[in-house]
């Protein structure tokens, strides 16, 4: 199971995720608005409480999303039906998941994966892989080296984290970090890597920093055409 419990208490007693990031909203915007909407399947791994999946479905997708917390489902699954919307929300486990092959014409991962070890992380986009469609995209948000991550943690293994004392990762279990050239090689080995951004900001008057690599793959595409290929 890729999934911490710690999770089920962080959705119960926060409320947060309510709207999706603006790099999302322009990877949706940039691949797939000018196609048919209805017949366009977006996968969500670790959805949470599904604030891509209501934006998803608001902007006439197809969305489903699946997370190992009951809790965070069943809130997502209320805010759907309070207006109107509609998805399909499983609570499972991301390193099975439990949907047929060259399904989906895009996931998303928006800081799921980085909550898993590097092990369980070839797992689950070993998963994501096998669901895509040929020439599916692949969105993931995930945190690199210069993250935040408290004054005191304790390490589990390359930048992989835990008991994070303070800051945003503060209470949230296994936090894993990538730098530039692992996040290349390690989506490099199931994707295309067609491109690889960060974003940053500053919180508490610039005393932590928060620091996300923005990487958007596709499937099955020669390696000759990969930017990053080396």
């Not at 670790?46 to 608001?58: D, E, M, Q, T, V």
């Not at 991301?94 to 898993?116: G, H, K, Q, S």
């Not at 970090?177 to 008057?205: C, H, M, P």
Request: hydrophobic share 35%; with cysteine; proline share 3%.
């Amino acid at each position: 199971m890729s999934w911490n419990p710690v999770w089920e208490d962080v959705f119960q007693n926060q409320e947060w995720g309510k709207y999706p990031h603006e790099s999302l909203i322009r990877f949706v915007a940039k691949y797939f608005y000018t196609g048919q909407r209805g017949n366009t399947r977006l996968l969500e791994v670790g959805c949470g409480p599904g604030p891509n999946i209501w934006y998803l479905s608001r902007e006439g997708f197809v969305p489903y999303g699946i997370d190992g917390s009951k809790n965070a489902i069943e809130k997502a699954q209320k805010r759907l039906e309070t207006e109107g919307l509609k998805g399909d929300l499983k609570t499972g486990d991301i390193t099975r998941l439990p949907y047929e092959d060259i399904f989906f014409n895009a996931v998303i991962d928006a800081e799921c994966l980085y909550a898993n070890t590097r092990e369980k992380t070839v797992m689950i986009l070993k998963e994501i892989k096998r669901v895509l469609k040929n020439g599916g995209l692949f969105y993931s948000r995930t945190f690199t080296n210069e993250m935040y991550v408290g004054r005191r943690r304790e390490e589990l293994g390359h930048l992989e984290y835990f008991n994070i004392s303070d800051g945003p990762l503060v209470g949230k279990g296994l936090a894993r970090l990538i730098d530039r050239n692992e996040a290349l090689e390690l989506y490099g080995k199931f994707f295309q890597v067609l491109s690889l951004d960060k974003a940053e900001w500053t919180r508490n008057n610039g005393s932590e920093k928060i620091s996300e690599w923005i990487i958007i793959c596709k499937k099955e595409v020669c390696h000759e055409e990969n930017l990053y290929h080396r």
